[in-house]
């Protein structure tokens, strides 16, 4: 079965300094995946997919993220962070057999620092 | 639409109650999907819609949980006899094509309903 596990529930950083926010997933294959933000009551935003195309991604707002099937990672960075990043971060993993099905991560809350 | 709407925002209600929520998705769009999110945790699947037929209903939690889009638009979660158990944010969302690894699977999310059983 699939599963994403996000690292680190809570990350901190210095507005202007790298972000970088951790997910590792299972699956069978080569699953499609996302990053999705949250902002305090807002619905979830789609930050950035992969889909067995490039394997690193390019995503709006200055995000990225690498495709690591070896390490089976997908991690999130950012250069340098602002402090509209500050919010709450899922990795999403879709299903094998069923690409319409997707499971969340259980998210990393990004607080930025003036 | 120009967004994925769900009403109502807020609900509260007493144990043993039905609750209905709604949501409105992107014109056109052919799939629906229901996630419930509860406090500090990811959004879980509950069930997904491809036109008016459940595609899969898999992560319904209980028979309590029933979901319908009669005419392939909108859909309502329905919850009879509410636990406390049941409270979280709903969330529904849509895409426009629910077929293969096309990419085209992206979900649009609506703002999502709260729903608090006391």
């Known amino acids: 079965a699939q599963s994403v596990t996000q690292l680190d529930s809570h990350v901190s950083v210095s507005e202007g300094t790298p972000v970088l926010l951790r997910c590792n997933y299972s699956?069978?294959?080569?699953?499609?995946l996302f990053w999705y933000v949250q902002h305090p009551n807002k619905g979830l935003q789609l930050l950035l997919k992969?889909?067995?195309?490039?394997?690193l991604v390019k995503g709006i707002n200055g995000f990225e993220a690498e495709f690591k099937k070896s390490e089976t990672s997908f991690h999130l960075t950012k250069p340098s962070a602002h402090m509209s990043d500050a919010a709450e971060y899922f990795c999403?993993?879709?299903?094998?057999?069923?690409?319409?099905?997707?499971?969340f991560g259980s998210g990393t809350k990004l607080n930025v620092k003036p | 639409g120009a967004g994925v709407s769900q009403t109502p925002s807020n609900k509260v209600t007493e144990k043993g109650k039905y609750v209905e929520l709604r949501c409105d998705p992107i014109s056109g769009h052919t799939a629906l999907y229901w996630y419930r999110q509860s406090l500090g945790q990811g959004p879980e699947f509950l069930i997904y819609?491809?036109?008016?037929?459940?595609?899969?209903d898999s992560g319904l939690p209980n028979d309590r949980f029933f979901a319908v889009r009669p005419e392939g638009s909108v859909s309502t979660l329905k919850i009879q006899r509410t636990e406390r158990g049941d409270s979280a944010v709903y969330l529904c969302?849509?895409?426009?094509?629910?077929?293969?690894?096309?990419?085209?699977?992206?979900?649009?999310f609506g703002a999502g309903s709260r729903l608090t059983v006391l």
């Open positions: 699956s069978s294959y080569s699953p499609s």
């Open positions: 969302a849509s895409s426009p094509l629910a077929g293969a690894n096309s990419g085209a699977n992206v979900l649009t």
């Open positions: 992969y889909t067995s195309a490039a394997t």
């Open positions: 819609f491809q036109g008016t037929g459940a595609a899969d």
């Open positions: 999403v993993v879709s299903d094998t057999y069923n690409f319409n099905k997707f499971y």
